[in-house]
């Protein structure tokens, strides 16, 4: 497996007061960190993002990936104009978030334009 193979690939959007983070590649200890600045940099004093976290393109990721996951989640909950919805879960990181009872925390959709619709009414 080649370097390129093993990054992690961050594509931002923005729709209106939504950010889009379309995610692809490697999602594990090395990379997590360019995940975690991509979201960071969105997060403004007192006010907290409308993220939709595009995860389909994910071809590896370890527990690494649920912990960001649960992490954004917190700092979502802990600010009140924030939202955080998901799209795209690879099944097996969809199974990780089941046996671990995360998946029940998070707000699923079943597409970008759904997921940003939703944000954008509220």
């Known amino acids: ?15 209106g007061h939504c950010s889009v983070l379309e995610v692809g590649g490697h999602l594990d200890f090395i990379t997590a960190p360019t995940l975690t600045d991509h ?9 907290g993002p409308r ?4 995860l389909s393109q994910l071809t590896f990721y370890d527990s690494t990936a649920l912990g960001v996951l649960a992490h954004t989640l917190q700092r979502v909950q802990a600010t009140a104009t924030s939202r955080l919805l ?22 699923l959709r079943d597409s970008i334009e759904q997921a940003v619709a939703d944000l954008l009414s509220t």
């Open 1 to 15: 497996m080649n370097h390129h193979e093993q990054e992690l690939r961050v594509r931002v959007t923005h729709r």
């Open 51 to 54: 993220l939709v976290l595009e």
């Open 86 to 107: 998901l799209v795209g879960i690879p099944d097996g990181l969809r199974h990780l978030l089941e046996r671990t009872g995360l998946l029940a925390h998070f707000e």
């Open 39 to 47: 979201i960071d940099t969105l997060w403004e004093p007192d006010v």
